[in-house]
T-cell receptor, first 115, second 114 residues
Framework: AQSVTQLDSQVPVFEEAPVELRCNYS??????LFWYVQYPNQGLQLLLK??????LVESINGFEAEFNKSQTSFHLRKPSVHISDTAEYFC?????????????FGQGTTLQVKP | DGGITQSPKYLFRKEGQNVTLSCEQN?????MYWYRQDPGQGLRLIYY???????QKGDIAEGYSVSREKKESFPLTVTSAQKNPTAFYLC?????????????FGPGTRLTVL
């Protein structure tokens, strides 16, 4: 079984400051890792994912996440946030050997960017 | 435009009533999923289906039912047996149900029990 823990429920930060949203997972099997973003009253959108290869993955809007196997973490970072980044962010994992496509989500972290 | 639609956006229900939430996709995806979202709890899987006329229970299936008669449609019924149905419900789909594929989400239905 897998579980995902997002260590911060809310992260307030000022515009143009750096931010890190933390994600740790527990799993007895190899996993794929995902970050999704949810803007208010909307569905989720994929931000980035780690499947294999380089442990540092990037999104088109400046976010990056690094897979750390020894620490079972997949923290999300952005060097300079914008007001428009205000949203809820979900970390998720899936079992590499599964053919169901099931995702296990963390509790979510609300990023509040202040002017 | 390809995507997932959910209706209605807001739904109010009296206690003891069954309600059905609609989910339609035109992405030609094989697998579809229903999640429930509650504040501070993330998303929890209710039911999923990988092929027409077949579906499996997720982690919190009690009090819910689904059908998959067409590839494009995966409606969710919230029955009167669901003790605490007030929540935000999200439908998602993915191409093959492979674990590396991105899930695409609909805009959600907010259900409130009066």
């Amino acid at each position: 079984a897998q579980s995902v823990t997002q260590l911060d429920s809310q992260v307030p930060v000022f515009e143009e400051a750096p931010v890190e949203l933390r994600c740790n997972y527990s799993s007895s099997v190899s996993v794929y890792l995902f970050w999704y973003v949810q803007y208010p009253n909307q569905g989720l959108q994929l931000l980035l994912k780690y499947l294999s290869g380089s442990t540092l993955v990037e999104s088109i809007n400046g976010f990056e996440a690094e897979f750390n196997k020894s620490q079972t973490s997949f923290h999300l970072r952005k060097p300079s946030v914008h007001i428009s980044d205000t949203a809820e962010y979900f970390c998720a994992v899936s079992d590499r050997s599964s053919n169901t496509g099931k995702l296990i989500f963390g509790q979510g972290t609300t990023l509040q960017v202040k002017p | 435009d390809g995507g997932i639609t959910q209706s209605p956006k807001y739904l109010f229900r009296k206690e003891g009533q069954n309600v059905t939430l609609s989910c339609e996709q035109n992405l030609n995806h094989d697998a579809m999923y229903w999640y429930r979202q509650d504040p501070g709890q993330g998303l929890r899987l209710i039911y999923y289906s990988q092929i027409v006329n077949d579906f499996q229970k997720g982690d919190i299936a009690e009090g819910y039912s689904v059908s998959r008669e067409k590839k494009e449609s995966f409606p969710l019924t919230v029955t009167s047996a669901q003790k605490n149905p007030t929540a935000f419900y999200l439908c998602a789909s993915t191409l093959e149900g492979s674990s590396y594929n991105e899930q695409f989400f609909g805009p959600g239905t907010r259900l409130t029990v009066l």
